[in-house]
Nanobody
């Protein structure tokens, strides 16, 4: 079983920055082969992929966040990060950490609210 614990969410003004962290309780070898991702779900909307990073470090982003968000991982710390810059009100959502290998593992979610 893999446990994912997120931190870093909160309230920020438009144009601001937040950095989310997701710490995985897993063996280092298992974490290293997981594809890690960040998803978000806004009220009344489907959960959508925001950013992902493979075991080899390749990344992909939703068009809506490309150029503003950066996903990274530190395998020595079993941690994945999401740096969110130039935040917009439409970024408001619950953000979920995800790990995948054969099956999906999910964090509990952390609220990000972008509002003046």
């Amino acid at each position: 079983q893999v446990q994912l614990v997120e931190s870093g969410g909160g309230l920020v003004q438009p144009g601001g920055t937040l950095r989310l962290s997701c710490a995985a309780a897993a063996s280092g070898t298992f974490f290293s082969i997981l594809t890690m991702g960040w998803y978000r779900q806004a009220p009344g909307k489907q959960r959508e992929l925001v950013a992902a990073i493979t075991s080899g470090g390749s990344t992909n982003y939703a068009d809506s966040v490309k150029g503003r968000f950066t996903v990274s991982r530190d395998n020595a710390k079993n941690t994945v990060y999401l740096e969110m810059n130039s935040l917009k009100p439409e970024d408001t959502a619950v953000y979920y950490c995800n790990g995948h290998h054969v099956r999906d593992y999910w964090g509990q979610g952390t609220q990000v609210t972008v509002s003046s």
